[in-house]
């Protein structure tokens, strides 16, 4: 295992900071461990000649490699289902009485390999039923990983993935495809969401503002002032009324933040 200097430490840590938001200034181990072999293999003999050409070339396949190599991207279908009973129980039954355009906007920031933004999918076409045709559905996913963006867009999942589902929603929303033990979702799910790539760092500028945001298990990597910073956008990226789901293992400042606290992981914009 190859080993990396103070100098050079500092300057991975800063620059996927500046970058990306993601905070390594204590992950020394797991930049050594994760990313030696990878190193190595590109012809690499130390973290030096390695960071160097990271920061003078900025290929987006070496950036994304390394990504990937330094965040976990773990994830199944109803993970935190108490944030998917919450939707179905009481958010979509008070947007469902206040969006008289009857356009839904859901974000899935940070969506990994898709099984957060297809859940939600799966929730909006239980909620509505036969009366689904009649409102715009659909949820926006991001990610900033290319390879997570192409598994979710390609959508084929193993039975670990599924494990938390009844029988009847795998029956009702998923094909097993030629590999045994793997399935696809149908394609109303998996047409009703939009993948797009986009940095969690950058300002928020899409064309509508969200009724609900999605941004769970992702600002574990951020540090307070870039998670409060990220916060700020999303709040003012949300309608009034809207609300912002955490990771239940994360948890916003009640002082500071801008929403209102209503639970363990749960906001909103009052």
């Given at each position: 295992m190859l080993t990396i200097?103070?100098?050079?430490?500092?300057?991975?840590v800063?620059?996927?900071?500046?970058?990306y938001g993601?905070d390594?200034s204590k992950?020394?181990?797991?930049i050594?461990?994760?990313?030696?072999?990878?190193?190595l293999?590109m012809?690499?003999n130390?973290f030096?000649?390695?960071?160097?050409?990271?920061?003078?070339?900025?290929?987006?396949?070496?950036?994304?490699?390394?990504l990937?190599?330094?965040t976990t991207?773990y994830?199944?279908?109803?993970?935190?289902?108490?944030h998917f009973?919450l939707?179905?129980e009481t958010?979509?039954?008070y947007l469902?009485?206040t969006?008289?355009?009857?356009v839904?906007?859901i974000?899935?920031a940070?969506?990994?390999?898709g099984e957060?933004?297809?859940t939600?999918s799966?929730?909006?076409?239980?909620?509505f039923g036969?009366?689904?045709?009649?409102w715009?559905t659909r949820?926006?996913a991001?990610?900033?990983s290319?390879?997570?963006?192409?598994?979710?867009?390609?959508?084929v999942?193993d039975?670990?993935?599924l494990?938390?589902?009844?029988?009847?929603?795998k029956?009702?929303?998923f094909v097993?495809?030629?590999?045994?033990g793997?399935?696809?979702?149908?394609?109303?799910?998996?047409?009703?969401?939009?993948f797009?790539?986009?940095?969690?760092?950058d300002?928020i500028?899409f064309?509508?503002?969200f009724?609900v945001?999605?941004?769970r298990?992702?600002?574990i990597y951020?540090d307070?002032?870039?998670?409060?910073a990220l916060?700020?956008r999303?709040?003012?990226?949300t309608n009034?009324?809207g609300?912002?789901?955490?990771?239940?293992?994360?948890?916003?400042?009640?002082s500071?933040?801008?929403y209102k606290?209503l639970?363990?992981?749960?906001?909103?914009?009052?």
């Amino acid at each position: 295992m190859l080993t990396i200097n103070d100098s050079d430490f500092q300057r991975l840590v800063k620059f996927v900071h500046e970058n990306y938001g993601i905070d390594l200034s204590k992950k020394r181990q797991l930049i050594t461990g994760r990313l030696s072999n990878t190193i190595l293999s590109m012809g690499f003999n130390s973290f030096q000649d390695y960071v160097d050409h990271l920061i003078k070339n900025k290929k987006p396949e070496d950036l994304e490699l390394m990504l990937n190599k330094l965040t976990t991207n773990y994830t199944f279908f109803m993970r935190e289902e108490s944030h998917f009973k919450l939707l179905s129980e009481t958010i979509l039954p008070y947007l469902v009485e206040t969006k008289k355009d009857r356009v839904l906007s859901i974000w899935s920031a940070g969506c990994s390999s898709g099984e957060e933004p297809y859940t939600i999918s799966m929730i909006l076409k239980e909620f509505f039923g036969t009366k689904a045709s009649m409102w715009d559905t659909r949820v926006l996913a991001t990610d900033i990983s290319q390879n997570a963006l192409y598994a979710a867009s390609n959508a084929v999942y193993d039975e670990d993935s599924l494990k938390e589902l009844s029988p009847a929603w795998k029956k009702k929303y998923f094909v097993p495809v030629d590999e045994p033990g793997t399935y696809t979702v149908t394609p109303d799910i998996k047409k009703n969401v939009i993948f797009r790539t986009f940095n969690l760092m950058d300002p928020i500028k899409f064309r509508l503002k969200f009724d609900v945001i999605f941004c769970r298990n992702v600002m574990i990597y951020f540090d307070q002032a870039t998670k409060e910073a990220l916060v700020n956008r999303f709040f003012n990226a949300t309608n009034p009324g809207g609300y912002l789901l955490i990771g239940h293992s994360e948890g916003l400042n009640k002082s500071t933040t801008p929403y209102k606290y209503l639970m363990p992981a749960t906001y909103r914009k009052i």
